[in-house]
């Protein structure tokens, strides 16, 4: 079985471009997460859906930052325009229960520098 | 004051040795603790999980909570260089905000042979 995928593995941008990241799940999973590493930093949440639904968003750091997840299945995060500090590794996960994350399994991450 | 705090090392031991890794945390809400592993490029995996206080054995790996002084750590017996890997504490609440993981900074482990 497919674990988490995620597309690209490494993007650079220039400040000021648009940046898509891709997740895909895997599949029958319907919890899934975005998170991101910034250089030096732990790991931090920036949101949770539940299927196609937006469960929690409090961790998304502004309204440059957009998350789609349509039809339930793979997600999209858009950053738009990039900035310098949005440079980091963002990790996408996904789980099975619906209650607890006992078990999220993450993806190899997209690194993303912004120069 | 961050609410999960975990010294980065690095961590260097010679192959064989006991690992002793751990974690604070500041937010008592917390109820579930786990242990990723992380390989250089690599997405965290899950190592470990536990609920509540208490210990938990899996192989060569133990995994300790002390819920009392917000304490957590993760032994290593006759640790192998393919140990060798950032391992990262996570924590989460019961509940509340369901799947939302709280993350230490890692620490950086090299099992040299």
């Known amino acids: 079985e497919a674990g988490v995928t995620q597309f690209p593995s490494h993007s650079v941008i220039e400040k000021g471009q648009t940046v898509t990241l891709r997740c895909d799940p895997i599949?029958?999973?319907?919890?899934l997460y975005w998170y991101r590493r910034v250089m030096g930093k732990e790991i931090k949440f920036l949101l949770h859906?539940?299927?196609?639904?937006?469960?929690?968003e409090s961790g998304m750091p502004n309204n440059r930052f957009l998350a789609e997840r349509t039809g339930g299945t793979y997600s999209t995060l858009k950053v738009q325009p990039a900035e310098l500090e949005d440079s980091g590794v963002y990790f996408c996960?996904?789980?099975?229960?619906?209650?607890?994350?006992?078990?999220?399994?993450f993806g190899q991450g997209t690194r993303l520098t912004v120069v | 004051q961050k609410e999960v705090e975990q010294d980065p090392g690095p961590l260097s031991v010679p192959e064989g040795a006991i690992v002793s890794l751990n974690c604070t945390y500041s937010?008592?809400?917390?109820?579930?603790f786990m242990w990723y592993r992380q390989y250089s490029r690599k997405g965290p995996e899950l190592l470990m999980y536990?609920?509540?206080?208490g210990n938990k054995e899996d192989g060569r790996f133990t995994a300790q909570v002390d819920k009392s002084s917000k304490y957590i750590s993760l032994f290593i017996r006759d640790s192998q260089p393919s140990d060798s890997a950032t391992y990262l504490c996570?924590?989460?609440?019961?509940?509340?905000?369901?799947?939302?993981?709280?993350f230490g900074r890692g620490t950086q482990l090299t099992v040299w042979p």
């Open positions: 996960a996904s789980s099975q229960g619906g209650q607890l994350n006992t078990e999220a399994f």
């Open positions: 599949s029958g999973h319907d919890n």
């Open positions: 859906f539940v299927k196609e639904s937006k469960q929690d």
């Open positions: 937010n008592s809400a917390f109820q579930y």
């Open positions: 536990t609920y509540s206080s």
């Open positions: 996570a924590m989460s609440v019961r509940g509340s905000t369901l799947g939302r993981l709280y």
